[in-house]
């Protein structure tokens, strides 16, 4: 029997955590530990997805449909921007072919994620102060830099990484700024979300029933409705607030997750 409050409070979590720097899998997890939930199954996963893919495809509707018509033959647009998303995306793609199976097996336990949420804030942490103390490019990402941010992006297949966390965190190291960072990471976010959706559709476990059908759409519509208001509040606060709140965060909740390890939750 579908508990709905656990659709509905799961897919929140998902819309809000998938754009900010605070890794879902980590905030995920919590609820199934300290209230005994059990794993809602990848349609559920699959449906969240594709929530939050709609999501940042219809915030940023105008900039992927100019990117669509520069790459239409004899167009004349400039295509920079397509190819340092391609560019970018290639990377993750490869190491995602290639670890497929310890990423979905070894790498998903209490111990890594709470690991990576540490280290991965303090990166964080990190990246923020050398960016407010060096000169900030406003500039579009570079074709050299877009491959390291996405040599970067590799990492957020670790649990507990966080995609747009270790994706800023690249461009703020390579003197971008934060907002132009976030807006990369966004962008960048689609054909990754694209992917993750399809692999998980092609799954020999995916088990899309009829009579749960009202459960999938409930949680498509939470997720993508939060997941818009993130990114719209994100990119806004990230320019006025700066990422050290979001640093400070990451490390308590590490912390609470070490501290539950260590009494056994």
Known sequence: MVDWLQVVILALIQGVTEFLPVSSSAHLLLPSKLLGWPDQGLAFDISVHAGTLCAVVFYFRQTLFGLARALMPGSGLDRSECWTLI???LPV???GFLLKELIAGEAR???VITTTTLLFGVLLGCADWV???GQRRHTAIRARDAFLIGCAQTLALIPGTSRSGITITAALFLGYHPTVAARFSFLLSVPVIAGAVVVMLMS????LSAHAGAYYVIAFLVSGCFAYATISAFI???SKIGLMPFVV???LLGFALWIGIVEGL
């Not at 020999?204 to 088990?207: A, E, I, L, M, P």
């Open 87 to 89: 560019i970018a995306t």
């Open 93 to 95: 793609l490869l190491a």
């Open 109 to 111: 336990t209490v111990v």
């Open 131 to 133: 960016s407010r103390r």
């Open 204 to 207: 020999d476990h995916v088990s």
């Open 236 to 238: 806004y606060w990230v």
């Open 249 to 251: 965060y990451r490390l």
